[in-house]
């Protein structure tokens, strides 16, 4: 096996607030001590410890190189386009949308910030165990499985991108290597031990008032259908499904009245949100290291908030509605073909979708005039309303894990484990029907997809959605029929489109260049993405 040199970078020297997005945020004095054991030795400076684990899920949005949060792998399905100024702007996203990458420029945040989070989890863990007995058992349990989950989140990043992947569950030695598992490996390993996080059997189902952001049992479980579905493991099917029937007989979740209400500020930690990543306009976020480097650039003026709305944004902004910001980047832009999608009493297609033209028409590369409206940057949702001054200000949670996945979820594995087809059905009808279709589908896979489609649009599901039911018996819509080369709707501006073809050796992407000379040969390249 191929291994890994870890190199030891310290602890994050600042912590999030886990609460809402307008919250303020806790400041920590930054440890000149290399030993992290000795430092977080109380409960208080564990807990601080532990939410400062949470701060790397914040850089998925940028992390100093490539724009793109969670949801951008779109880009790489059918519905979403790169935009921006042009192919050279967002070279990496336009090279992976034509399944072009190279080990120079590929996704590198999806790596970079998924091992911060990863050694951030591993340190803290390991504090506890060191520190056992000065802390409650209680708090150790708790916070120790919390910590797996937030742990098996980042490793369930990077190991859908990447395959080939690391996997280790402890604190790591300057010098110590570590073996590059296959693919299958790390997915058993991941889903190994976030098993252990939920047999713990001491998180709560939902985040109490006051801590939302935290790691829950139903974040535990939401994870492990996403690996579990992704990895296409009929062992674990039946008990993934347990998973989602337990979210749903809690009553402790519910589908929001308003498909509307849920992208709005009142919409974040509504009852149908299991897990969002905060963001705030409020004041610094502090991203360094112990010994006062920092990884990110201070340049940049790092606020806390997310540059997603402002990547989204139109330039120019749209005549129609002026609570758009009109200094937008046009990037993650939909295609025109996606108003087609939907019913025209279908609720979510003009939440979902913002067609207007804008106040400088074709300004962006790729325009279409449609915008994805989940995400635009609205002076509304900003706490002092001056909207985009600040490039990161937007404070608009990012959304991962949602209540309406959870059904969608269950009513597939029902139809894969030859389940109750009525249930499978009810589960479907409800999603419908908070869209205001009153007409009921058939539960079936390619129905249910169509459905994912329909309600994650923009939301990051789709590629992986694709990408999963490639080689599923019965679904139509597979990744190898539905990504090949094409020409770009009319409006496309440039009329460019993409020029090459999904096919399974591009199921994992590149490793940076610079992650695999860093290694000093203990890393091996995805050499199968270039075939």
Known sequence: ????????????????????????????????????????????????????????IHNYDYNGVIFGQLNWADILGDDML??????????????????????????????????????????????????????????????????KVLRSFYYTVVWKWYGNIPVFMRPLDASETIEQSAPADAYEQIITDLESAINANVLPM?????????????TAYMIYAELVMYQNDQTRFSKALDYMKAIINS??????????????????????????????????CIRSYPDGSDPYSTSLGFIGGTFQCQALGPDGGVASDPDVANNGWGTFVPRRTCLDLYAANDERRDVTLLDGEPGNPGARYQNQNLFLNKYLPRYSHVADGTGGSDQCRWNDNLRVYRYAETLLNAAELL?????????????????????????EVEPTLDNIMTERRLEFLGEGKRYWDLVRMEDVAGVTQKASALLKTEQDPVNDKGDRGRSGDWKPNKKYIPIDSKEISSAQGSLKQNDAYFN
């Not at 930054?30 to 054991?37: I, R």
């Not at 499978?424 to 009153?438: D, E, P």
């Open 251 to 284: 009553n402790q979740y519910s589908l929001d009245n308003s498909f509307a209400h849920l992208w709005s500020p009142d919409g974040e930690w509504c009852d149908e949100s299991i897990f969002e990543v905060n963001y705030t306009d409020g004041p610094l």
């Open 1 to 56: 096996m191929k291994t890994l040199n870890i190199l030891s970078i310290g602890v994050l020297a600042a912590a999030l607030t886990m609460t809402s997005c307008s919250d303020s945020f806790l400041e920590q004095e930054p440890q000149t001590k290399g030993d992290v054991a000795s430092y977080y030795a109380t409960e208080e400076h564990l807990t601080e410890g532990l939410v400062g684990a949470y701060v790397p």
């Open 415 to 439: 139809v894969r484990t030859g389940g109750d087809a009525t249930l499978a059905k009810s589960y479907i009808t409800k999603v419908r029907q908070r869209a205001g279709l009153v007409s």
């Open 82 to 147: 790169t935009g921006s100024a042009g192919v050279t702007d967002q070279e990496a996203w336009y090279n992976a949308a034509d399944f072009k990458l190279t080990a120079s420029k590929t996704l590198s945040q999806y790596w970079t910030v998924s091992y911060d989070g990863i050694k951030a989890c591993n340190d803290i863990i390991g504090a506890i165990e060191t520190n056992k007995d000065k802390i409650s058992e209680s708090f150790a349990q708790k916070a120790t499985a919390e910590l």
């Open 206 to 218: 939902r985040a109490a008032a006051g801590e939302e952001g935290h790691a829950t049992l139903a």
